[in-house]
């Protein structure tokens, strides 16, 4: 708007539009598989329709198509796709290199590599699981193996303790379809539904699943129990309930840490530190002295509060659901020196109702978070 004219001495008004941020997305997945994009170049495609995967990518004999039909039929709106050169390891490796340039992925899913080995899916589930760590901002949903053998769905979950995964079992049927699909796809759209319906700290949990005739095999509440110990990572299962339909039963991780052990905690936690990472990064370089620390401190202390205020953190004050704490005490001598500002964050997430504490560190290279 232009600036008002004033007609007489005194105080004009000049009337600003701020530039709206730009929205931290979450429930993104990027899905790797085997198919071949109809171009030439070999890049990460964008899609926001079913119909895209048919627009850009040649038709599979995998799970791939399978599974970006489901996460769209169950309330995904974006998603990415990577084609895999074939279902090796090393072509795994590269794909998932070659995503780390996707800024709104938070959620990984790889369908095809089901076509393998149990041991040759288990080691290339143990390379996504390292990757999502590394990354510090991504989730994997994983497939558990096509078995209703309880022995070897525990040694599948034994062998992928990760707080950044969890495994989901049965398989689907659906329609036009020979043959059971890994339930990954439908999966990560229930996530991308619950984010917009509650947000990343509501539990992506019974909830029924679109586009489902029916699962592989059944489990009881007693075989889910034993896949779910306590103090251990859990199998989250399909199950179906009369007149309920088929829902996703479980909101466990792979991780064997109790405070890490529900999927809608540790999504709170990442989201945390993608937030951290994009609003906080015009801070470094900052000279690290206290100008710098009230500051960080002011931007996490209101971000901690509007998570509060949305029901993602216990607690009928602000006080009681966190804490942020960045002065010369987080911030010694020695750490200033090798040119690091840290700062404190304590939140008491809904689920487990214990503080949870983690680490914003800054350095040249960006913000991590501990």
Known sequence: MPTLEPKIPGVSLNYVVPTPEAELLTGVPVFFGLTTLKTDINEAKRLTLATHFQQYFEQTTGYLADAIAGFFENGGRLCYVIALADNTLDALQAGLEASEILENVDLVCVPDIMLNSDGEVIKMQQTILEHCERMGDRFAILDALNSGDLIVLNQQRLKLASRNGALYAPWLKVENRSVDIPPCGHIAGIYASCDRAVGVHGAPANIPLAGVLDISFSLTATEQEQLNPIASGGVNCIRSFPARGM????????????????????????????????????????????????????????????????GALQGGLPQEAFYVKCDAETNPPE????????????????????????????????????
């Open 247 to 310: 829902r996703v039963w479980g909101v466990r991780t792979l991780s064997p840490i109790l405070e890490w052990q529900y999927v809608n905690v540790r999504r709170l936690f990442l989201t945390f530190g993608r937030w951290a990472n994009r609003n906080l990064a015009n801070t470094v370089f900052e000279p690290n002295t206290f100008p710098l620390w009230v500051r960080l401190q002011r931007e996490l202390s209101v971000y901690c509060e509007s998570l509060w205020r949305q």
């Open 335 to 370: 750490n200033r020196e090798i040119g690091q500002v840290v700062a404190e964050v304590g939140l008491a997430p809904t689920i487990p109702g214990e503080f949870i504490q983690l680490l914003l560190v800054q350095s040249s290279t960006g913000i991590s978070v501990v």
